[in-house]
């Protein structure tokens, strides 16, 4: 199934972990706060993105099945 | 408080006591009381059971009077589906849009329908609890405290009605930030969802109305949908009260059909441009709001809506872009803070805008304020960053021919005086609930 990164934009402090772990579909802004692909997460890279959830320091980062 | 007056600008047949026009607002010269208003629409018409009143406002086409015109008959529903007693319902009279009168002018004026309103919306979700959610430095505020007693009095409400009072920033009446304040934290707006219909004030279901909304739904309930229907237009039923402020500085408080041009209800002749649907709204050009009328159908293919009902006429001879620069600086220290891009973001555009409304501003800051526009939009917790980008939009778009007079050095302004309302006051911070 089809899942889609969002983030918790009040839980985020901007640490910038997800966007260097996920250049392919996270980057970060000027402030650092991560610019996210709204595209489906391709098969190839869900394991990178699982990672960036669970490592991200806020917990704000989601990876979410598509509705 | 504003002078308050009521456009007639459309003639309508009054059924026998109340449900004439104005609607909301009384007639001239009638008291505001609870005798008066008793007099006018009589008693508060229960229908003895949960859910009954639904189908008559989803009938009526009633919608959100607080800006959003979302169907109000599609949130009573979702509330109504909580357990009986579980659910909570709220009056929403935070107006913290300092361009809007309109809430307090009803709660001056015409208190007991928005009162009836409440306890009528109550019965059809089936609520446990009803709050009235007040600005805390509205004039009313002293009134309203009279009037639960005296409506105990006469056995009106059968759900008492608590007040909780709400902090002078543009976001307390968010619904989520109400939801919070409601519930005793701060009124700063939270992540959803999930949404205040589903888990709101203390976690549980929470109707959120504005204040003119329910007034409209204490109307319905008497004079019923096809009455309600009978002024506006098809597609957007009834009447809504605007806040009118004209070029000559003047500032009314006016209820009119919906689909009234805006040319009867502003006078288009000595201004410039037109803030439509107020600081997150949009400026059109005089000439272009004069052809069109107080409806989305038209607006919206404009770049505006109706919003909580904020017209406001800037007068040739002001500088839209001095006056948008104001704007943005305030919506930017009425940021909450939380999310990250609207916390640099906003900032660095009122920053820019400054820029921009001075002479001969850096050839770099049109591309500055592209670029951070695109950076916050639709990257924040509420709507906040939208709106801000919406207005800052329309004004680079209507006072464009203003910023080349800037960069070579001019200014069309007449006076430096302000136009706009802004609150004095710096805000901080901590200053939530």
Redesign the interface.
């Given at each position: 199934m089809p899942a889609k990164l969002s983030v918790?934009?009040?839980?985020?402090?901007?640490h910038g972990m997800c966007a260097e772990l996920l250049p392919e579909l996270i980057q970060a802004?000027?402030?650092?706060?991560p610019?996210i692909s709204g595209q489906p997460v391709p098969v190839r890279l869900l394991k990178q993105a699982k990672r960036a959830v669970t490592d991200c320091p806020a917990l704000a980062l989601r990876l979410a099945s598509q509705k | 408080m504003s002078p308050v007056t009521a456009a007639a600008t459309q003639a309508y047949q009054a059924p026998a006591g109340g449900g004439g026009f104005p609607r909301l607002l009384p007639p001239a010269g009638q008291g505001t009381d609870l005798r008066a208003h008793l007099g006018l629409h009589g008693p508060v018409p229960y229908r003895g059971s949960a859910g009954a009143l639904i189908a008559d406002v989803r009938a009526a086409g009633l919608t959100g009077r607080g800006g959003a015109a979302f169907p109000v008959h599609r949130k009573l529903e979702a509330v109504a589906a909580a357990r009986a007693g579980r659910a909570i319902v709220v009056g929403n009279a935070a107006e913290g849009e300092p361009a809007s009168h309109k809430d307090e002018a009803l709660l001056f004026l015409a208190p007991h329908l928005v009162l009836d309103g409440l306890q009528l919306a109550a019965e059809a979700v089936g609520a446990g609890r009803a709050v009235l959610y007040v600005r805390g430095d509205l004039r009313a505020r002293a009134r309203l405290n009279d009037y639960l007693p005296e409506r105990d009095a006469h056995g009106l409400d059968r759900l008492p009605v608590e007040i909780v009072w709400s902090p002078n920033r543009f976001l307390a009446g968010e619904e989520s930030a109400l939801a919070s304040r409601v519930s005793g934290g701060p009124a700063v707006p939270?992540?959803t969802p999930p949404r205040v219909f589903e888990r709101g004030v203390d976690g549980r279901p929470t109707l959120v109305q504005n204040v003119e909304t329910l007034a409209h739904l204490a109307l319905i309930a008497r004079y019923g949908p096809g009455w309600f229907r009978s002024l506006g237009t098809p597609d957007e039923p009834g009447t809504m009260l605007c806040t009118l402020r004209q070029a000559s500085g003047s500032v009314d408080v006016a209820e009119a059909a919906i689909g009234t041009p805006l040319a009867t209800l502003l006078d288009l002749s000595a201004a410039g441009a037109v803030l439509v649907g107020g600081y997150h709204g949009a400026w059109l050009p005089a000439a272009h709001a004069a052809g069109l009328t107080l409806s989305n159908a038209q607006l919206r293919p404009a770049g505006a809506f109706t919003g909580a009902g904020v017209l406001a006429a800037l007068p040739a001879g002001r500088c839209g872009l001095i006056e948008s620069a104001r704007v943005a600086r305030y919506l930017a220290l009425e940021s909450a803070g939380?999310?990250?891009?609207?916390r640099?973001?906003l900032p660095s555009i009122a920053g820019a805008m400054a820029e921009l409304a001075g002479p001969d501003p850096h050839p770099r800051v049109l591309d500055d304020l592209s670029r951070w526009a695109g950076?916050v939009e639709g990257?924040?917790?509420c709507h906040h960053p939208d709106g801000t980008v919406r207005f800052l939009r329309s004004a680079l778009g209507v006072f464009g021919p203003e910023i080349g007079l800037h960069q070579q050095g001019r200014c069309s302004a007449a006076t430096g005086r302000p136009f706009l309302p802004v609150p004095a006051g710096p805000s901080t911070e901590a200053d939530w609930s």
């Open positions: 918790n934009p009040i839980a985020c402090t901007g802004d000027e402030w650092g706060y610019l | 939270r992540f939380q999310c990250g891009p609207c640099n973001g950076l990257r924040g917790a």
